[in-house]
C-alpha cells in the first residue's frame, strides 16, 4: 500500500482495511507525496521483489505518473470512470471493478 498519508494515518488505514499488508508506505516516510517516484520506488525496495513480478493497483489517475516513473506494471482500478489525466502514461490496464484484476496476475 503507497498512501499520501502521514504515518499514524496511513497504519490506521491499512488496518481498516482488514488486509494483511507486507508493506505500508506513506508519503510521510517515504519524505515525498505521490505521484512522485520515490513512495512506489520504497514500496518496491520494501517488497524486496523483482518489478516485473510486482503490479500496483492504482486508484487516481494521478498514479501513472509516478508508477511508470518507478517502472511499475499498473492496473487503474477507475472505479468512477474518470478521464486519464492529460499526459499520464497508459497504464497496462484500465477496470471499474476489482474482481477482475485476477487475470493480470497470473
Same mark, same amino acid.
Not at 508506505?25 to 507525496?33: D, P
Given at each position: 500500500?503507497?498512501?499520501?498519508?502521514?504515518?499514524?494515518?496511513?497504519?490506521?488505514?491499512?488496518?481498516?482495511?482488514?488486509?494483511?499488508?507486507?508493506?505500508?508506505?506513506?508519503?510521510? *516516510? %517515504? $519524505?515525498?507525496? /505521490? !505521484?512522485?517516484?520515490? =513512495?512506489?520506488? @520504497? &514500496?518496491?525496495?520494501?517488497?524486496?521483489?523483482?518489478?516485473?513480478?510486482?503490479?500496483?493497483?492504482?486508484?487516481?489517475?494521478?498514479?501513472?505518473?509516478?508508477?511508470?516513473?518507478?517502472?511499475?506494471?499498473?492496473?487503474?482500478?477507475? *472505479? %468512477? $470512470?474518470?478521464? /486519464? !489525466?492529460?499526459?499520464? =502514461?497508459?497504464? @497496462? &490496464?484500465?477496470?471499474?471493478?476489482?474482481?477482475?484484476?485476477?487475470?493480470?496476475?497470473?
Amino acid at each position: 500500500m503507497v498512501t499520501n498519508c502521514s504515518d499514524a494515518l496511513g497504519r490506521r488505514a491499512a488496518a481498516r482495511l482488514g488486509v494483511d499488508f507486507d508493506v505500508v508506505v506513506t508519503a510521510e *516516510r %517515504a $519524505g515525498f507525496y /505521490k !505521484p512522485r517516484p520515490e =513512495p512506489y520506488r @520504497l &514500496a518496491l525496495a520494501e517488497l524486496d521483489l523483482p518489478r516485473e513480478e510486482v503490479m500496483f493497483v492504482a486508484g487516481s489517475g494521478f498514479d501513472l505518473f509516478g508508477t511508470a516513473a518507478a517502472g511499475l506494471r499498473t492496473l487503474w482500478h477507475n *472505479r %468512477a $470512470g474518470l478521464a /486519464k !489525466p492529460p499526459g499520464a =502514461p497508459a497504464p @497496462l &490496464a484500465e477496470r471499474p471493478t476489482l474482481g477482475e484484476l485476477l487475470p493480470f496476475l497470473s
